[in-house]
């Protein structure tokens, strides 16, 4: 695992560190930011490849499901991409809701990505910026994609 190359039971720590923070809050909403993206994309001529979940994600979506987290945003793979909500693997309404958040920068990558089978809403390609907000209200949560322009891409809201 990744996190070993750095030392040693860092992955343990981290979970047992998100554990007892998570027990900790009050809030009503749980939202987890994340640099890797949990899923694991197929990369276009690349049979080798395999669409599903990288292994460090394997080690933390579990944590998300039983801490009732409703949010996951990551980012890495420079694509916006929603995948709907989540849960043990699978398409699930009461898992987290797992957004890859989209371009930074200046950084592309044209036809690399395989769409992948969770993914329920996928920015146009050739991909630009885009830009999300976020409204946390007491009962809801709303998330919305833009393009540049400010064309509409994608609308999420949840509610409790």
């Known amino acids: 695992e990744e996190a070993a190359d750095f030392h040693q039971g860092l992955l343990e720590a981290q979970q047992a560190w998100f554990r007892e923070d998570v027990k900790k809050t ?4 749980k939202i987890v930011l994340m640099h890797k993206d949990p899923l694991q994309y197929r ?3 690349r049979p080798d490849r395999k669409e599903g ?8 979506m579990p944590l998300f499901d039983e ?3 409703d949010v996951v945003f990551s ?3 420079h694509t916006y991409r929603n995948r709907g909500h989540i849960k043990n693997f699978q398409r699930d309404a009461s898992g987290p809701l797992y ?4 371009v930074a920068g200046n950084v592309r990558y044209p036809g690399l990505w395989v769409d992948h089978a969770l993914d329920k809403v996928i920015a146009p390609q050739p991909e630009t910026d885009n830009y ?16 540049p322009d400010g064309t509409e891409i994608d609308r999420e809201t949840l509610r409790k």
């Open 43 to 45: 990369i276009t001529n």
């Open 99 to 102: 957004i890859l958040t989209g």
């Open 53 to 60: 979940f990288s292994d460090e994600r394997r080690a933390w």
């Open 67 to 69: 801490a009732g987290i």
């Open 75 to 77: 980012a890495h793979l």
């Open 26 to 29: 009050d809030k009503t909403w």
């Open 132 to 147: 999300l907000t976020l409204c946390v209200k007491d009962a809801s949560v709303e998330i919305a994609c833009f393009l």
